[in-house]
Structure formats: C-alpha cells, structure tokens
C-alpha cells in the first residue's frame, strides 16, 4: 500500500485526530495568536465580535469602543457578565491546526492607568477609537488539536 501525506489524506477526506489540550497548553496557544472571536449575549440573542486580544496574567483582554454592545454589557452589572472566546490555527489545506475556547467572566477595566496601559499594548486592527478595555477571567478552558490521522494498526 502507498504512502499518504497529509495533501492525500485531505483529498481522500479522511478524518483528522482530535487530541485534547490541558489548560496550560491551550492558554499558551491562545496567548501565541493575536485575533479570536468573543461570544455574549445581546437582546437575549448570542453575539459574536471579531477581535484581538492578550493574554496577561491567565486573562483575556481585549479593547473596545464606549458605545459598543458588549462594553454596554460589561458596565451594567459589576459582577461581570459571562461571555466565551474562542481562537484558532487551522491549516485550511491540511485541516491541522488547533482551537481553543474559553468561558468566563468579562469586566471592564475601569482603572484610567491599567486601560492605558492596555490601549499602548494592544493596537486595534480597525480604524476606530478603542477606549475601553475588557478582562475576560476564565472559568472554563477547552481546546483541542486536529493532527494528521493516526495510523492503522498492522496485523
């Protein structure tokens, strides 16, 4: 029989391997990536934003503008409000690659000095004002990694 490489695994649409990240693994993935998606809710619907972000100290910050849904969210209730985030690496061509989704509690940063430190360290990928700033502290970690298919076992 003749080998495949991951081109024909794909072409053959063979499954990939899903292994499980531990916590530390898939924070250390999140914080290698600098754009994910965060879910919460809206109107008692689920939104989804496009955004980049940071890891510091186990959290994930992000920066968003005054009038934005999920800053309106944060600042209402002090308790935080809870949100998931979500950050991939996936090979479109070899459909390897890793993800990586976090549930917690997101706060606004309302330290004036913390906020600029975080508007110097985090440079928004639109052309907009970002002046708020928010922590997500995870609760939750799950992630996993898609790798080639694992081979058969021989006779």
């Known amino acids: 029989m003749p080998h495949m490489d991951d081109s024909d695994r794909q072409s053959t649409g ?7 990240l531990d916590p530390a693994e898939a924070m250390g993935l999140l914080g290698s990536v600098g754009l994910g998606r965060v879910v919460f809710t809206r109107d008692a619907l ?37 949100v998931a985030y979500e950050a991939d690496q996936i090979d479109p061509d070899t459909h390897t690659g890793w993800s990586v989704i976090v549930t917690g509690y997101a706060h606004r940063v309302t330290d004036p000095a913390e906020n600029e ?8 990928w639109v052309d907009r004002a970002t002046d ?24």
Do not use: K, S, W
């Open 14 to 20: 063979q499954p990939r391997a899903m292994r499980p």
């Open 132 to 155: 708020c700033a928010v922590r997500i502290h995870p609760e939750l970690i799950t992630g996993f990694q898609l790798t080639g298919t694992p081979p058969f076992p021989t006779a």
């Open 117 to 124: 430190r975080y508007r110097t360290l985090l440079r928004p």
């Open 46 to 82: 689920p939104a989804i934003r496009p955004v980049n972000h940071l890891v510091e100290d186990g959290d994930i910050i992000i920066r968003t503008h005054d009038g934005a849904a999920l800053t309106t969210a944060t600042g209402a209730d002090q308790g935080g409000v809870v």
